[in-house]
């Protein structure tokens, strides 16, 4: 009896051990890609990782698996969902799946008591059907998002030199810039970004083909967390660094006037001058100006009317990402490509 339970013991720790290993790696991945999950459902994601796919510890934190971890992550996410709906519901995805949206799914779970005999296995195996061969709308969303990983990948690779880590695991420029600041009170990395090189990087970028501005600035607002904040900061920073760079004062004309990044969406027609949305959201960004620096998120200071226009442009400023991804991603493979056979030629 006593040997069972110190083999039991043992069994009990190393399951205790292995899921703290788990937790870990999904901390240090959601500091790594910026990724908008929590430690728990990362976690699930590397055990997935581990002890499916047959993935090391290093494969997984080197960069090599990145695009399996945000694939996966969709995957999951879409199995969540399609638990949460009642029969009726599931029924109507399949049937009008062109119609519905990934980032339009419910914030909170939809009420379950419908779906009774609705198991997570046949959950997990709708969302494989769904990607598969039932949704030619999520096909094209997995499709968007590798060629934004792609974008991401490309613009990392340009910023950084052949030889150096960032460029050999294809580092996102945030990746490259960024670092952990200590932990909240939760226990959570604080994560902080090197503004400065950021800059740095983007110009770099810049000097190869200054019409890479937009979609640089708008690759790297994606990856940040806490957006707003990060990113009025970091636009101070170009300001100051453009407005001495002779070669690129037509990007430096972009942003000169700019004061909060809002603006400068504002600035990119998303929205008419003759719409009222866009007169309103002149007056929100006055306030937000005006409440920037109280030790705050300044967002949250805002009214919620404030807050919906904003959103609202947001959400404009991501349907422009996709455009943005389209019109350029050819042309960022082709730098790297160039940037390679350069190098091979010295």
Known sequence: MGDYKLELDDKLLNIVNLNSKYRNIASELIVRLSLDADVLEMKEIVKKLVEEYKY???EILNGKVNKTIKLLLVKERMAHYAENMSEEQLNALINNT???SIEKAPKTPLKTKKRKNLTKPFAFALAGVLIISGSIHIKN???DAMLENDVSDNLGMLASNIGEED???KRSILQQNKYMAGLDAEGFPIVAYDFHNIANDIIKICEQDP???DITLCDIYFDMQNRLE?????????KNQLSNNDNLQNVYTRIKDVDVFLE???NLGLISSQDDLYNELLSDIGE?????????VTYNLLSTESQKRIDKLIDLYREQKSRYNEMYGNRLENLVKEQGEDYGRN
Request: proline share 0%; hydrophobic share 30%.
């Open 98 to 100: 062109k119609k519905r």
């Open 230 to 238: 990060n990113i009025d900061d970091l636009l101070r920073e170009l």
């Open 288 to 296: 937000y100006k005006l409440a920037r620096g109280e030790g705050n």
């Open 211 to 213: 019409s890479l501005f």
């Open 141 to 143: 969303t997995i499709q």
């Open 264 to 266: 400068y969406l504002l």
């Open 56 to 58: 090391s510890e290093e």
């Open 167 to 169: 460029y050999e695991h």
